[in-house]
């Protein structure tokens, strides 16, 4: 069963910039994602999507709120995806997870665990 694994959350300033990385604990990315995504959660919110990137063709997609300043992408030779945040914000403070689109499925089915990114003003 594939797992992913979130990484590179942290504490910082507003205007800083952080990376959040994904990797599969088994498995290849290309071999079983139609679509890799970035979510996330701030405390008393619903979830929200992020950024979304399909694996096939690499067609990428953002929420509006992160328009112009994260960006997705993927590194194939090392089975990981990104995400790279710039001019953080306070309202941007919220745990980010990372989820898998399966083969087959329609929606987001497998999940990380989440990383915690919070920013100070």
């Known amino acids: 069963q594939v797992k992913l694994v979130e990484s590179g959350g942290g504490l910082v300033q507003a205007g800083d910039s952080l990376r959040l990385s994904c990797a599969p604990s088994?498995?290849?990315?290309?071999?079983?994602?139609?679509?890799m995504g970035w979510f996330r959660q701030a405390t008393g919110k619903e979830r929200e999507f992020v950024a979304s990137?399909?694996?096939?063709?690499?067609?990428?997609g953002y929420g509006d709120s992160v328009k112009d300043r994260f960006a997705i992408s993927r590194d194939i030779g090392e089975n990981a995806l990104y995400l790279q945040m710039n001019m953080l914000r306070p309202e941007d403070t919220a745990v980010y997870y990372c989820?898998?689109?399966?083969?087959?499925?329609?929606?987001?089915?497998?999940w990380g665990q989440g990383t915690q990114v919070t920013v100070s003003s």
């Open positions: 990137l399909r694996w096939a063709d690499g067609n990428i």
């Open positions: 088994g498995g290849t990315f290309k071999n079983y994602a139609v679509a």
């Open positions: 989820a898998a689109q399966l083969l087959g499925a329609d929606s987001y089915g497998v």
